[in-house]
């Protein structure tokens, strides 16, 4: 099982909204450095929604490609529609990623037996790896943690990305995974949100898909260390040092804000595509305290 601070990486883009693919590179061999477990590439984070679907391709293949074998990489391969995400996923497959992640479809807000259906079948379509990832405050629609049970059953899925910051709900998916697959098949829990991780991995998640790595990888890395290992003094004093990263980093939608304040520390242009806007210019002096009080700027 992938474990540990899992970064959902930035697409960097030129001011103009072409893909700067050096970046790219340079970020990654960055990470690789710095720590970080694990890459997800063109996740929301990577602005899914606006690249093309042959630079969606592209840029996972780029990504397995630099990565190398380095580090662990998913890829961001779903979709509303359940063709689209096989057809990405069989992609993703082909070039050599370790694992996908599975949005919630979005906007068509299926049932609950809609999004089991979609999930099993893309399952089943590819032999690779499949995180599901439930962010209802993007896709409107959640999924409930009996439908994830349901999935957790199934061969190729092995665990989930919890976006939704309810610890008591994510607490009791992880007693009902330990209760239902315990000595079995392993399925992991993984925070998708940077400021309940720490406490989501205490109670036996899998490590954390942040957008707080973007800037602070080493610091998530022993921070999701320290947590996983129980050691909640090490844990608690990481996650003060970034604590305010946590939150100025959603000042404006993600991923405006963490754009800027990886152009503000010299790794990439501040590219954007339409219909996000640059970071307004009430709020720099806000990300920028953030990325000093954390120690990386």
């Known amino acids: 099982m992938i474990k540990g601070s899992i970064v959902a990486i930035v697409t960097p883009m030129f001011e103009d909204g072409s893909l700067d693919k050096d970046s790219l590179r340079k970020l990654i061999d960055w990470h690789v450095a710095e720590g970080t477990d694990g890459i997800v590439i063109v996740g929301t984070t990577g602005e899914s929604a606006t690249v093309s679907p042959e630079e969606h391709c592209e840029l996972i293949r780029l990504t397995v490609e630099h990565v190398a074998g ?3 990489v998913i890829a961001g391969s779903g979709g509303n529609s359940t063709a689209e995400a096989i057809a990405l996923t069989r992609h993703a497959k082909d070039v050599g990623a370790d694992a996908s992640l599975q949005v919630v479809p979005y906007y068509n807000r299926p049932t609950q037996e809609g999004m089991y259906r979609h999930f099993k079948a893309i399952a089943e379509a590819v032999d690779l790896p499949v995180i599901l990832y439930n962010v209802p405050g993007r896709t409107v629609a959640d999924m409930s943690n ?6 957790a059953a199934v061969d190729n899925i092995v665990g989930i990305k919890d ?5 008591g709900r994510g607490a009791e998916l992880l007693r009902e995974i330990d209760r239902s697959f315990a000595g079995g098949k392993p399925f992991g829990v993984y925070s998708g949100d940077d400021p309940t991780a720490m406490s989501l991995m205490f109670m036996g998640g899998a490590g954390n898909i942040s957008v707080t790595a973007n800037v602070a990888p080493r610091a998530m890395h022993e921070l999701c260390e320290a947590a996983m290992a129980g050691q909640v003094a090490r844990a608690v004093e990481i996650n003060n040092r970034v604590l305010s990263l946590h ?3 959603f000042v404006e939608p993600n991923p405006v804000p963490v754009k800027w304040a990886l152009a503000e520390m010299g790794k990439m242009p501040a590219g954007l595509r339409l219909p996000l806007a640059p970071l307004s210019a009430q709020y720099h002096d806000t990300v920028r305290a953030a990325l000093r009080e954390s120690g990386v700027l």
Do not use: S
């Not at 009996?146 to 999935?151: G, I, P, Q, S």
């Not at 976006?163 to 610890?167: L, Q, S, Y």
């Open 247 to 249: 939150a100025k980093l």
């Open 70 to 72: 380095r580090i662990p």
């Open 146 to 151: 009996e439908t994830v049970l349901r999935l």
């Open 163 to 167: 976006a939704t910051g309810n610890i």
